[in-house]
T-cell receptor, first 113, second 112 residues
């Protein structure tokens, strides 16, 4: 019953370093998402992929890139990490359609020093 | 602009008392509304949703929510609160582009 799995759980980066957050879902969902959560700001969408082979910018895409590797996997890359990217990152997935539920991973805590 | 508001940053309730966590929305078209719960250092868990039909929606852990179209509200309720209900609660609504608009979250504290 894995659902949405994301790695790593915790990461500390130095400013300017790069890293990739990995995400995989086993629910055969078409759509996948990357959110960041910051205190007092709720959830903000970084990028999403409505279906395999497509990706689109969300509310806060600057400083990030994504890859929809296949239907199961959707990775988020920070090319040159900045302290402003210190946050908790959540991957999520859903079937397409307005009424479908989004299911979340357990989160990745990223600190950029 | 489309938006979701959770007017209370924090709600305090005594164990055993009824609880309400408020949510109002502003989206175009038919609203699709969701409630999620987040326990400390965990991901968001789906509680319930309103798509169409009965205005009272029942969900996980004894929670329910009432859709009120005239007041554009979707308040989360539970008849008798448990200490284990203490968590962060998020309301969300689908916008016309099918993306979820999130409220800022309400911290629910249930005191023994």
């Amino acid at each position: 019953n894995a659902g949405v799995t994301q790695t790593p759980k915790f990461q500390v980066l130095k400013t300017g370093q790069s890293m990739t957050l990995q995400c995989a879902q086993d629910m055969n969902h078409n759509s996948m998402y990357w959110y960041r959560q910051d205190p007092g700001m709720g959830l903000r969408l970084i990028y999403y992929s409505a279906s395999e082979g497509t990706t689109d910018k969300g509310e806060v895409p600057n400083g990030y890139n994504v890859s929809r590797l296949n239907k199961r996997e959707f990775s988020l890359r920070l090319e040159s990490a900045a302290p402003s990217q210190t946050s908790v990152y959540f991957c999520a997935s859903s079937e397409q359609g307005a009424g479908n539920t989004i299911y979340f991973g357990e989160g990745s805590w990223l600190t950029v020093v | 602009a489309q938006s979701v508001a959770q007017p209370e940053d924090q709600v305090n309730v005594a164990e055993g008392n009824p609880l309400t966590v408020k949510c109002t929305y502003s989206v175009s078209g038919n609203p699709y509304l969701f409630w999620y719960v987040q326990y400390p250092n965990r991901g968001l868990q789906f509680l319930l949703k309103y798509i169409t039909g009965d205005n009272l929606v029942k969900g996980s852990y004894g929670f329910e929510a009432e859709f009120n179209k005239s007041q554009t509200s979707f308040h989360l309720k539970k008849p008798s609160a448990l200490v284990s209900d203490s968590a962060l609660y998020f309301c969300a609504a689908r916008d016309s582009n099918y993306q979820l608009i999130w409220g800022a979250g309400t911290k629910l504290i249930i005191k023994p």
